[in-house]
Nanobody
Framework: QVQLVESGGGLVQAGGSLRLSCAASGRTVSSYSMGWFRQAPGKEREFVAATSRSGSNTFYADSVKGRFTISRDHAKNTVYLQMNSLKPEDTAVYYC????????????????????WGQGTQVTVSS
């Protein structure tokens, strides 16, 4: 079983950047495909980005494509979400999640496919 802890959230002005980190313990992130989701107040949790176990496949929500980048560092057992050109509508609690499905290439946008979740980190973008 893996434990996930997000960090790196905060308050930033529109157009700014943040890098979120998702540190894993208990097992290595190389055992999982990894995803980032977010939930804004009054809204459902939505998919943001995902990377396969191998790292060869990535997928992004249309709303963040070209602005956000997901990556993984197996040596640090950490997954990152680099967020550039932030907009007020990016304001949300961001969660990382691990999918234990035994495939090197799967990326999934469905939250129910993820087996483990972090506690979330708040990102606030001011206009």
């Amino acid at each position: 079983q893996v434990q996930l802890v997000e960090s790196g959230g905060g308050l930033v002005q529109a157009g700014g950047s943040l890098r979120l980190s998702c540190a894993a313990s208990g097992r290595t992130v190389s055992s999982y495909s990894m995803g980032w989701f977010r939930q804004a107040p009054g809204k459902e949790r939505e998919f943001v980005a995902a990377t396969s176990r191998s790292g060869s496949n990535t997928f992004y929500a249309d709303s963040v494509k070209g602005r956000f980048t997901i990556s993984r560092d197996h040596a640090k057992n950490t997954v990152y979400l680099q967020m550039n050109s932030l907009k007020p509508e990016d304001t949300a609690v961001y969660y990382c999640a691990a999918d234990a499905f035994p495939s090197l290439w799967r990326v999934t946008t469905t939250s129910n496919d993820y087996d483990y979740w972090g506690q979330g980190t708040q990102v606030t973008v001011s206009s």
